[in-house]
């Protein structure tokens, strides 16, 4: 039989009301999964451990970096990994997780539900069974189990606050198939990771825009701000921004001129920023801009955190930053063999 990790960081997965009506608070979690899920000793042994047990909002650099240790620690005495956690960052985690962990080589699982384990129309107990199976799979990629996918982690987004299938992979297919049975599609399985080992850290000097029709960029006074090094701002379609209002074009060139890196992507999730088939999107490149390509927000934040922590030089954070880390951005004549 396998052995598994199972890591619990918090979230409504575990949670119980704190009397008749909400907020949700956090539960025992052994207690639960031995009384909700006894299937769950029929997959594997499992090690359950808890280092930290925080509402997902509140997860960030600070725990990535934890997890990363720990599982990096541990991964040797265990077939996979699977790790509970709150729906709103899960994807941030494991995104940092993916850049993290370069050398990879058994399944790390995150997980979560919509509703807490104790009731009675949870996903909790599916997504999990599922989560553990999948852990026990020869599956090295760092991956998202919800609903009846699962997903690459830094290729991922939550869609949706109500639905059991919370999360999408807007550009890359689903690494398995959960129904009767399992099914991993092994095509899109990632064999081969980016040959740099980072150090772990995330620098956080960083701003997003949204570029909205009608509305001013930010002050460009807030650019003489040493501790900004990354500006990125959401762009309509493939990348495009305002050409009638020049601020936008003028706020890259400052940018630019100052070593902050510019990074443009889009309000469109599925597709690839591409600044030149436009012309209000060559103007941004021309102005020192480049594409996040057909990375997710999440991805490209994160990414962006933690070169800016491994490297002082602008131009190569941008070099680094334009080549694919751990699959989460599609590159021509892509190999996964």
Known sequence: MKNLLLIH????????????????VPG?????????????????NID??????????????????????????????????????????LVFTATALSYLLTDLRKPVILTGSQRPIFEVRSD?????????????MEIPEVGICFGNRLLRGNRSRKKSIESFQSFESPNYPPLASVGM????????????????????????????????????????????????RALVIRGFGAGNLPLKNTDWISLIEQATRKNILVVIGSYSSHGRVDLGLYANGRAALDAGAISMMDMTLEAALVKLMLLQANFEDV????????????GEMTVEAESHA
């Open 48 to 89: 359950i451990q808890i280092p930290f047990n925080l509402d997902s909002s509140d997860i960030g650099p600070d725990e990535w970096i934890l997890l990363s240790k720990m599982i990096s620690e541990k991964i040797d005495s265990f077939d996979g990994v699977v790790i509970i956690h709150g729906t709103d960052t």
């Open 28 to 44: 025992n979690l052994e207690n639960d999964i031995e009384q909700y899920s006894p299937i769950i000793n029929k997959i594997a």
């Open 9 to 24: 960081t918090g979230g409504t997965f575990g949670m119980r009301a704190s009397g008749e009506q909400p907020p949700l």
């Open 124 to 136: 909790a107990r599916n997504n999990l069974i599922s989560a553990l199976e999948l852990a026990s």
């Open 181 to 228: 049975n399992i099914d991993i599609h092994y095509n899109n399985i990632l064999r081969r990771r980016g040959s740099v080992r980072f150090v772990p850290g995330f620098d956080s000097k960083i701003v997003c825009l949204n570029a909205v029709p009608g509305l001013e960029p930010i002050d460009k006074n807030l650019l003489t701000d040493d501790s900004i």
């Open 315 to 326: 131009d190569e954070v941008k070099k680094m930053f334009l080549q694919p880390v751990a």
